[in-house]
Structures are given as C-alpha cells and as structure tokens.
C-alpha cells in the first residue's frame, strides 16, 4: 500500500497499520495513504469490518504534522483534494462498512478525531485522548468539534475543546466514548475480539445498523422512523429484500450456522 500504512487481512477482518515513527504524524503523504486504504477496503466485497491502528505503543496518531504545517504544507483535508477528508476516514461518507479503532497510545488532536470517525473505539490501558487546537490557534476542524458533543455531554465535550484536557480510557468508558479497555500488550486480541464478532453477522446488517445510526443522529424518535420507513436510506432496504435476510430465519430454523453471501 506505501511505506506508512500496511492492510493485513484476515478473511473479512482488514487491519490497516498506520507506522510514520515518531508520533505516526499525518502529513498530505500519509492522509492521501490511510485515503487510498480505507478505499480499498470500501470497495472489497469480502471485507466486512476493519481496525485500524497506529504503529508502535505510544502513539496512537499525534494528528496533523505540525512541522509540515509550519514549512508551508496546508492541511490534509477535504479541501486539500484528499477523498475522505483528513486521514482518509474523517469525511469518507461513502463508506458504509464498519471501522473499530485500536487506540495504542495517545490520540491527539487529528489521531483523536480519526478515533472519532471510527464506529467502535478499543483503547490500551494507557492511551490519552484530547484535542489541543484551540491552544494552537485553530480549532479542531477535522470532525472533532461535530463528533465529540455528538458522542459524549456537551459540557464535557466543549471543556476538552477549550482547554486541551487530556481524558483517560477510564473516564472514555464511562462517558460511553470507548467500549473497552485492554491491557497494552492484549490490545489488538481485545480489537481483533470485536471484529470477529462483528464479521459473524449478516454484511448488509451491518452496513444497515451503520447507515440507520448515522443518518438519524440527533432526530427525534418520530423522525427517525420516518426517515428510515422513508426508502432515502437505500442500505435499510438494500438488507431487507437481500438473500441474507431470508438465510438467516431458515439457518435458525435448520439448526445451522448461516451462510452470508452479502446479497
């Protein structure tokens, strides 16, 4: 894939490896390489879910090369031309497939909002999570100003925006922010634990549960029924009339594990 960023696959479980020592920094390079594998992936039919994770154990992502930035390079964003916005994942709305990340160590500022992009989030016992922006001058317009007041109270969310706080993977479980916590050494096992789990169920389920979560975010119960009754969210009934979805009530009934064909 490049020198940065590696995919190993296992069956429907992708592993996609951001390695750009010392602090897995992301420049334009490695936002166009974590763009191009996150696409790769989308575009594979066997794949069903992926991790993605830094190399090493202290880095997460630092975020956005600062040094880049200060030697003239703009940002790795959507407006840079980089399908996917910042880091490939940010802003790739077309991918509707799920992505866990395992947070290795600390995610600062754009690695904290690649986290944030993801759809589970698995974090070493000694990783950190903050956004350090607005000490910057800037703010955190990679995803981490819409996502964080979406994912835990908005109090707590602007709090860390505005002072740079850093939060624990304790404090991440309790806010419902990180779904479990393993030891640095058992990271990737407790991750790859999760995939598995997702990669048992039906693909279009899965791209059906993430295309219904995301596109009712923040309406109303009422609202959301009727976006979701409405056919404007075609993965929902894309599951429904799928082969899948009579496979999986005659697999029950025949005593068997079912066969998905993603169809």
Not at 225 to 252: H, W
Request: with cysteine; charged share 25%; aromatic share 6%.
């Amino acid at each position: 894939m490049s020198d940065t960023v590696t995919i190993t696959r296992d069956g429907p479980v992708w592993e996609i490896v951001f390695d750009r020592p010392k602090a897995n920094a992301i420049d334009a390079a490695a936002s166009r390489a974590l763009s191009d594998a996150f696409r790769v992936f989308r575009d594979e039919p066997a794949a069903s879910v992926a991790i993605v994770t830094g190399g090493g154990e202290k880095f997460f992502s630092a975020g956005w090369d600062l040094k880049a930035a200060a030697a003239g390079e703009e940002e790795t964003g959507a407006s840079a031309g980089t399908e996917g916005g910042f880091a490939g994942l940010t802003e790739l709305w077309s991918l509707d497939k799920p992505v866990i990340a395992a947070v290795n160590g600390y995610a600062a500022g754009g690695g904290f909002e690649l986290a944030l992009a993801a759809d589970i989030i698995v974090a070493a016992e000694h990783a950190q999570f903050w956004l350090p922006e607005a000490q910057l001058g800037i703010l955190p317009d990679g995803g981490g100003v819409i996502r964080l007041q979406r994912r835990i109270p908005r109090a707590v969310a602007v709090e860390m925006m505005m002072t740079g706080r850093r939060m624990t993977p304790d404090e991440a479980v309790r806010w419902g922010l990180v779904s479990r916590v393993a030891p640095r050494a058992g990271l990737m096992e407790a991750a790859r634990e999760v995939a598995r789990a997702v990669s048992r169920s039906a693909p279009l389920s899965l791209r059906a549960v993430k295309a219904v979560v995301d596109r009712t975010e923040g309406l109303s119960v009422e609202e959301a029924y009727g976006l979701m009754r409405s056919g404007q969210i075609p993965q929902y009934r894309a599951c429904l009339e799928s082969e899948d979805a009579r496979e999986g009530p005659a697999s029950f009934a025949e005593g068997r594990e079912p066969v998905w064909k993603g169809r």
